[in-house]
């Protein structure tokens, strides 16, 4: 199985910082990796797919980057509403893994 | 809209059976994969199973095969997934999704608002 590893698994930070968030893949995974953000009480949402594109209605300070096995999940300038918990997933290949998460809290 | 909405989640005691359903609409259902994932209270997200929009194809996690069979009727636009000799550690919301393929590739969206199983004596 391919192991999906977030770092770090929290972090607190200000309105308006700019945030990165990291996902390693134990193996190639190409391009097949997509972020989702899940809110206390509700259900996820996708973000970005296959690494880079943005899923339609989602604000352009998220942004996501990488292949094979680094990718990185950016928010350019962090808002109120973007505390949350945030995902990677692969779907290279069965079992479709998903990293253990990572928190974004209010500082 | 995109919508998908779980029913069927309640208490089970360990050993039983429950099936969960999903109902889609707002795409055309059998153009396109499902998927179920499940949540444990506190922790992270989990892919249980997916399935081919033809029901050709489906795949599942080690922790659930054997035990849980997910399919669709796709003249009912709905997917369902029955789970067997249900576990303690099968306690969780489990969400349906919409997926691109389910195989290689694909994403999830949108997903429904989850139903709650919880396995208990």
């Known amino acids: 199985d391919i192991q999906m590893t977030q770092s770090p698994s929290s972090l607190s930070a200000s309105v308006g910082d700019r945030v990165t968030i990291t996902c390693r893949a134990s193996q190639t995974i190409t391009s097949y990796l997509n972020w989702y953000q899940q809110k206390p009480g509700k259900a996820p949402k996708l973000l970005i797919y296959?690494?880079?594109n943005l899923q339609s209605g989602v604000p352009s300070r998220f942004s996501g980057s990488g292949s094979e096995t680094d990718f990185t999940l950016t928010i350019s300038s962090l808002q109120p509403e973007d505390f949350a918990t945030y995902y990677c997933q692969q779907t290279y290949s069965t079992p479709r893994t998903f990293g253990q998460g990572t928190k974004v809290e209010i500082k | 809209e995109e919508q998908l909405l779980e029913s069927g989640g309640g208490l089970v005691q360990p050993g039983g059976y429950l099936r969960i359903s999903c109902a889609a609409s707002g795409f055309t259902f059998n153009n396109y994969a499902m998927t179920w994932v499940r949540q444990a209270p506190g922790k992270g997200l989990e892919w249980v199973s997916s399935?081919?929009?033809?029901?050709?194809?489906?795949y599942y996690a080690d922790s659930v095969k054997g035990r849980f069979t997910i399919s669709r009727d796709n003249s009912k636009n709905t997917l369902y997934l029955q789970m067997n000799s249900l576990r303690g550690e099968d306690t969780a919301i489990y969400y349906c999704?919409?997926?691109?393929?389910?195989?290689?590739?694909?994403?999830?969206?949108?997903w429904g608002q989850g139903t709650l199983v919880t396995v208990s004596s």
């Open positions: 399935i081919s929009g033809s029901t050709i194809s489906t």
């Open positions: 296959t690494a880079s």
């Open positions: 999704a919409k997926d691109r393929v389910a195989g290689t590739g694909g994403w999830f969206d949108p």
